[in-house]
């Protein structure tokens, strides 16, 4: 390459980098934004941890009710994922809880990429249903269709949260939650994805 | 970079490549695009295989920038395949990525490699030619820092540095996340939680990583090589410390500090010191 190609390329190389700035692109190779940054206090008095249980996930994992109304187990080796993935699955996606860069993009209020999109300032930019996208992904990883009887219309978890004081990190007593997932019949006409 | 790319993906080795293809929660935009909707662990392994190979062609100056450019579509594939799995989107292999790409457009295979030695006629490197990707890769480095800072304040602004809170909540969670074992410790890394009780030493520490991500760009200014080393010795120390604490896996990252930013002035300083040392021991 010669000077003028290598300024070129330099130039248009840091217009599209530094443009996903200021329209909060947090796409993989542009800007990024930590994920660190956005796990506040659950509430100003108390901290709290969600309780990540390997070894439950390896034995168990989700409870499933299937169309014909049986019952089994979903579990990490059933779904061949790794471990941290089967976490984020069980732990956080079962409960709505998106991935940080969704809170991130939809984080604020009037910003540029809303006015660009011609969204409302305060209005999410990530929309997600979670529950289907999981249960679309459960079936389909094990090949079942909706309609069969093995399909799977509901997934239940179950998660331990311990909390501390934000004073003193005293243990506080745990808390216990439940999630349930449940396939709606509108969701048979759509495309999987 | 080899120990960095094992550390990123070593995980979907232990899939079984016989066993289901797992159908991605929400893929990444460009495998969206392609259409690709399942994680194939047997192609997992052959692109980490891929990666992994190309890494050492590409340090070894063998068919360097065809090796730079297979990394490009090995890293893609491997984070994909991991990242689409659950929709999040780690970005460890940003900097890397950004400096590969550059990479490929530069004459770094002419000096100093394999490929030079096979073609020994190629025309002599200028001085603009070799100093423009290493320029450019400095500056995405900085950058890479500066967006984390920027990204931080406007999520949480002075919260971040205020009472601790964030920096608490986070090695709370990594102390605790696993449990609790028989003995009654955390099954995470104890440190942590001391660390979380430290709410001084947190504000302090959270002031720091603003401090060094917002004005990461000044070591492009920095002349002496003492000062450099410094502050990029400290940033080092933010990314080991992330990794015992937190298991934040930026830990092989500090490495495009040696590369990219010089040092050698301080290293020629010290290389005569450490000279005579062995020298008198010797005696």
New interface residues.
Partial sequence: ?N?RS?AW??AV??LV??LA?PF?I????L???????????EAPER?S??????ERLEREGWRAVRADGGEEWVRR?????????MW??YY??SWGH???????KN??GATLDRWWLGIAPGEPIFV?N?ER??L???N????RAPGAPDFIVELHAERVR?H?S?ET?ERLPDTRETARLRWRTEWNAGS?? | MLPFHVLQYY??L???WT????????P??YFEWLGI???D?ALAALALATLLIATTTFALGYRTRLSAVVCLVAIALL?GM??S???????R??VP??VL??FA??RCGDVDSLDARRRPETRELEE?ESS?PIK?AQ??IA??YF??G???W???GW??IRDG??L???L??RS????IGPDGEPEGNPLALWF??QTELLILLALATFVMELGFHLVLWMRAAGLRALFLGGVTLFHVANYVL?K?KFVFLPVVFAVFFDLSPLLDRIAPVLGRRSARGTE
Avoid: C
């Fill in positions: 390459m000077k290598v390329l330099l190389h840091a980098v530094w700035v909060r947090d796409e993989f190779r800007t990024w934004a930590p994920m660190y940054a956005i796990q506040p206090a901290r941890v969600v309780l990540k249980d390997r080796a059933d779904l061949n994922v790794a471990p941290r993935n984020r699955l956080e996606r998106p991935p940080p860069r969704f809170k991130h984080s604020g997600e979670w996208a999981l679309v992904s459960v389909e990883t094990l090949g311990m501390f934000s990190l999987a994805r | 995980t979907l232990g899939l079984d066993g289901p293809k797992f159908w991605f929660v929400h990444i935009w909707q399942r994680l662990p984070k991991r990242d799995v659950a929709g999040d989107v780690h970005h292999e940003l990525f950004a790409f550059l457009f530069s603009w423009w450019a500056l995405h950058s890479f967006w984390s920027l990204a931080k406007r999520m949480t919260d971040w809170e964030r608490q909540v986070l709370l969670n605790f996340r696993f449990g979380s009780h937190m934040v």
